[in-house]
């Protein structure tokens, strides 16, 4: 019998995050309630619901602006605690900005390494703000200003900002809202090129579909499933052929994954690590 890992399995890789039981209220206004769920290094997951299903709620415990009530967050199995939060890039929905105020897009992309004011900006960080231009396909904008720009291209500087930053966790939050299709496009061609090492986070309000990069799918309880204030994980089948970066897929809202299960397609004992094909 010939033994070896599986090193590609997602149950092989460390977990980025994990909600153990999490809790959490506004006063008498329930929005979670022993919700479980964990995270593989360089998965592509979306968090699923429709608006007012506690999304935010979730993005805030994540991003430590909350605290959960009960249960635990674990990140990068260190606990929830400043210094890891840190390794979180986070792109939000809209950005608060002062269109009276002059900033291009290189200076606001180089907002993603300013960790410190009393640090130096060095040749690392340049060369890191210009790899994550790159990244995001947003280098001829460089010298443009922010205020100038589409709400696509907004948000691919945005992208770049929290690239800057090496994050090992990217959190992007309704990615796609009033973006046109080239932006869209260019984002997620990103974002297929970051999966497998960057772990990404995907927040949306559309329950009927996700992009065909997504191993799997996180959706806010609901009372079908009798998991109202819980988070169920369900698997999604390929909608559109061609590029998986530019296709779409369907969540199959009707087969739920327990939530100690990895990968849709794992239906293999956790301590059996071999390859099936290699049992003899």
């Not at 479980?36 to 993005?59: D, M, R, W, Y």
């Not at 840190?86 to 907002?111: H, L, T």
């Not at 990404?200 to 009927?208: E, N, R």
């Not at 799997?216 to 169920?232: F, K, N, Q």
Request: with cysteine.
């Amino acid at each position: 019998m010939k033994e070896h890992s599986v090193l590609n399995h997602p149950a092989d890789r460390k977990i980025s995050l994990r909600f153990d039981s999490v809790s959490f209220s506004y006063g008498n206004f329930k929005v979670l309630e022993n919700a479980c769920f964990h995270i593989h290094q360089g998965e592509f997951i979306a968090l699923v619901g429709p608006n007012g299903s506690g999304k935010t709620t979730v993005l805030k415990l994540l991003l430590g602006l909350e605290q959960p009530q009960s249960g635990k967050i674990d990140l990068f199995g260190a606990g929830s605690t400043l210094g890891e939060r840190n390794r979180i890039g986070y792109v939000p929905q809209q950005s608060a900005y002062d269109p009276a105020f002059p900033i291009s897009v290189w200076e606001a992309v180089k907002m993603g390494r300013l960790t410190s004011l009393s640090r130096k900006f060095s040749e690392g960080d340049r060369a890191a703000v210009e790899e994550a231009m790159a990244q995001a396909e947003i280098t001829d904008l460089a010298n443009r200003s922010y205020a100038a720009l589409s709400g696509g291209q907004r948000r691919r500087v945005l992208a770049a900002r929290a690239l800057a930053a090496k994050p090992e966790i990217l959190i992007l939050d309704e990615p796609t809202a009033n973006m046109d299709r080239e932006s869209e496009e260019r984002l997620f061609t990103t974002l297929g090129k970051l999966k497998g090492n960057t772990t990404v986070l995907i927040v949306t309000h559309d329950t009927g579909f996700v992009s065909a990069l997504t191993d799997r799918v996180l959706c806010m309880g609901s009372r079908e499933t009798g998991a109202e204030y819980g988070i169920v994980q369900h698997r999604t089948v390929a909608e559109e052929k061609g590029a998986p970066s530019l296709g779409t897929a369907r969540i199959i809202h009707g087969e739920s994954i327990p939530g100690d299960q990895c990968d849709p397609s794992d239906r293999r004992d956790p301590s059996d690590r071999r390859d099936p094909e290699d049992v003899e």
